[in-house]
């Protein structure tokens, strides 16, 4: 197989461009779940979920171990991949409200304008762009996909959609015949460039025969390719092909037997997409990355073993997840890579990729990864990835929720306090370590308070009433969070 990059030309690699006429720029495909859990896939330990061609790219490939995402929900953390920066930065830490709930005021909002995106970037830098599944960054024309760097957009722009279209239309349409003006965003047509279509396939078959096309016809053209796949599954609904469900009929619990049928679907998609990649002679230098939005749900049948919490939480279940690398023409061995990585690395990675000029004026929160996958040193030894959740509550309850690695290091923050855990030796975070090293504690809750600085106040909440509320509050009071001082209502 070709190597077209040594570690020392991808730590040049910008000059390799220039000087090295084989070398061609690798393409570049995102495949993100929805909700996916640490253990929902085999080669991060699921053993009654199996996913055989996530598995052996995983194998082939950088497997990642202490991936996350910047947020342990969607809006958030997909803001956060696509920008390079923490949410909490551009005032984005809650989801969009789901259009249909008609909240004028938040439904004309969506990801800053002044932001570029990583599709915009790679666009500039000559890519062919696509987006197929799920937007969730703003349904307006201003912050259509088409407009944020996405020359092909197949998908829907809300928050989820319902999977099985004979029923979703049906829905729809009779919605549509009561005169409803708010249907529900699962609900509305699937669309593609800003045209609606009739969808035929069960919505994660549906997404990968459209990842697919576009990969075809982008094969045809000189540019290279980015490709952003984002898959729905297994976000709630929980619906499952019964013929996938029937794969796992060791399963009892019967959600967990519905998302095992999901994700299965999802890593049909993923041999479907591979295939394309070898049928179009574009596998050897196309770099898959492959990860969740956020972790599991665990109420709805998720496994994040053997990380504690759930989506949503900022303990490492919530937002560490499934997480790899894929480019058979950049990295010269499979490898284990346990140093914590964050999709807010996506941009500077891809950035250094595309031999591109990242905006003279974006702050990035990442690090370009390339020389660090390569050689399997820690990207960012001493530095921290942060997480932080708003937990918003009537009466003195609301609070916020914060996660802050560093090395092997955990910080964790909730309503009884401050923790501190070995991530490296107790990733479910069971031993609390605050009182054995309460400098190192100190060090790190210091650091994330001033991370918390760089917040800017929400552009958007989950409804009217929480905004009032985070006023009424005076929220964010960080003060109250950032101290070992146990000044928080207990
Ligand atoms: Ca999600």
Same mark, same amino acid.
């Given at each position: 197989?070709?190597?077209?990059?040594?570690?020392?030309?991808?730590?040049?690699?910008?000059?390799?461009?220039?000087?090295?006429?084989?070398?061609?720029?690798?393409?570049?495909?995102?495949?993100?779940?929805?909700?996916?859990?640490?253990?929902?896939?085999?080669?991060?330990?699921?053993?009654?979920?199996?996913?055989?061609?996530?598995?052996?790219?995983?194998?082939?490939?950088?497997?990642?171990?202490?991936?996350?995402?910047?947020?342990?929900?969607?809006?958030?953390?997909?803001?956060?991949?696509?920008?390079?920066?923490?949410?909490?930065? !551009?005032?984005?830490? *809650?989801?969009?409200?789901?259009?249909?709930?008609?909240?004028?005021?938040?439904?004309?909002?969506?990801?800053?304008?002044?932001?570029?995106?990583?599709? =915009?970037?790679?666009?500039?830098?000559?890519?062919?762009?696509?987006?197929?599944?799920?937007?969730?960054?703003?349904?307006?024309?201003?912050?259509? %996909?088409?407009? +944020?760097?996405?020359?092909?957009?197949?998908?829907?722009?809300?928050?989820?959609?319902?999977?099985?279209?004979?029923?979703?239309?049906?829905?729809?349409?009779?919605?549509?015949?009561?005169?409803?003006?708010?249907?529900?965003?699962?609900?509305? %047509?699937?669309?593609?460039?800003?045209?609606?279509?009739?969808?035929?396939?069960?919505?994660?078959?549906?997404?990968?025969?459209?990842?697919? +096309?576009?990969?075809?016809?982008?094969?045809?053209?000189?540019?290279?390719?980015?490709?952003?796949?984002?898959?729905?599954?297994?976000?709630? %609904?929980?619906?499952?092909?019964?013929? $996938?469900?029937?794969?796992?009929?060791?399963?009892?619990?019967? &959600?967990?037997?519905?998302?095992?049928?999901?994700? *299965?679907?999802?890593? +049909?998609?993923?041999?479907?997409?591979?295939?394309?990649?070898?049928?179009?002679?574009?596998?050897?230098?196309?770099?898959?990355?492959?990860?969740?939005?956020? /972790?599991?749900?665990?109420?709805?049948?998720?496994? &994040?073993?053997?990380?504690?919490?759930?989506?949503?939480?900022?303990?490492?279940?919530?937002?560490?997840?499934?997480?790899? !690398?894929?480019?058979?023409?950049?990295?010269?061995?499979? +490898?284990?890579? %346990?140093?914590?990585?964050?999709?807010? $690395? !996506?941009?500077?990675?891809?950035?250094?990729?595309?031999?591109?000029?990242?905006?003279?004026?974006?702050?990035?929160?990442? =690090? &370009?990864?390339?020389?660090?996958?390569?050689?399997?040193?820690?990207?960012?030894?001493?530095?921290?990835?942060?997480?932080?959740?708003?937990?918003?509550?009537?009466?003195?309850?609301?609070?916020?929720?914060?996660? /802050?690695?560093?090395?092997?290091?955990?910080?964790?923050?909730?309503?009884?306090?401050?923790?501190?855990?070995?991530?490296?030796?107790?990733?479910?975070?069971?031993?609390?370590?605050?009182?054995?090293?309460?400098?190192?504690? #100190?060090?790190?809750?210091?650091?994330?308070?001033?991370?918390?600085?760089?917040?800017?106040?929400?552009?958007?909440?989950?409804?009217?009433? #929480?905004? =009032?509320?985070?006023?009424?509050?005076?929220?964010? !009071?960080? $003060?109250?969070?950032?101290?070992?001082?146990?000044?928080?209502?207990?």
């Amino acid at each position: 197989m070709r190597k077209l990059f040594s570690a020392l030309s991808l730590l040049a690699i910008g000059s390799l461009f220039a000087t090295n006429e084989e070398a061609t720029r690798p393409n570049i495909i995102i495949i993100m779940c929805d909700d996916l859990g640490y253990a929902d896939v085999g080669f991060n330990g699921s053993s009654d979920i199996r996913t055989p061609h996530l598995d052996k790219l995983a194998e082939e490939g950088i497997h990642c171990t202490s991936g996350y995402v910047p947020h342990p929900f969607c809006g958030p953390s997909r803001m956060g991949m696509m920008t390079g920066r923490y949410p909490h930065s !551009f005032g984005t830490p *809650f989801n969009l409200p789901a259009a249909s709930r008609g909240y004028k005021k938040y439904n004309k909002l969506g990801i800053p304008t002044n932001e570029v995106l990583l599709s =915009k970037m790679l666009q500039n830098n000559g890519y062919y762009t696509g987006l197929v599944g799920k937007w969730h960054l703003g349904v307006t024309p201003d912050y259509h %996909p088409n407009v +944020r760097g996405f020359d092909d957009f197949y998908g829907f722009l809300g928050g989820g959609h319902s999977y099985f279209p004979k029923v979703y239309q049906a829905k729809y349409n009779a919605a549509k015949a009561r005169g409803t003006k708010k249907i529900f965003d699962y609900l509305l %047509p699937l669309e593609h460039n800003g045209e609606q279509v009739q969808e035929t396939e069960y919505l994660t078959d549906g997404l990968s025969r459209e990842a697919c +096309r576009f990969i075809k016809e982008a094969s045809q053209k000189e540019d290279p390719f980015f490709l952003f796949l984002a898959y729905n599954a297994p976000h709630s %609904p929980l619906e499952a092909k019964e013929e $996938d469900k029937a794969q796992f009929l060791n399963i009892t619990d019967e &959600n967990r037997r519905t998302i095992a049928g999901m994700i *299965f679907a999802v890593d +049909r998609g993923v041999g479907r997409i591979v295939d394309t990649l070898e049928k179009t002679k574009k596998a050897d230098n196309t770099l898959i990355v492959f990860l969740s939005d956020n /972790g599991g749900k665990v109420e709805y049948g998720s496994n &994040n073993h053997p990380l504690r919490g759930s989506k949503g939480d900022t303990l490492e279940g919530g937002y560490r997840v499934p997480f790899f !690398f894929h480019w058979p023409a950049g990295f010269s061995q499979a +490898r284990k890579y %346990p140093h914590p990585v964050s999709s807010l $690395d !996506f941009y500077p990675t891809f950035a250094a990729l595309a031999g591109g000029e990242i905006p003279a004026d974006k702050k990035l929160a990442g =690090k &370009n990864l390339l020389p660090f996958l390569e050689s399997g040193k820690n990207a960012r030894p001493g530095e921290m990835i942060y997480t932080l959740r708003h937990r918003m509550s009537k009466g003195d309850r609301s609070h916020h929720q914060v996660g /802050g690695r560093r090395d092997q290091w955990k910080s964790y923050y909730d309503l009884d306090g401050w923790k501190l855990y070995n991530v490296q030796i107790d990733p479910g975070e069971k031993n609390n370590l605050a009182e054995k090293h309460p400098k190192i504690l #100190q060090q790190l809750v210091t650091e994330m308070s001033e991370w918390a600085q760089t917040h800017s106040t929400p552009q958007w909440f989950d409804d009217p009433a #929480q905004e =009032k509320r985070w006023h009424d509050q005076e929220l964010p !009071f960080y $003060d109250k969070t950032f101290t070992l001082e146990p000044t928080h209502p207990q």
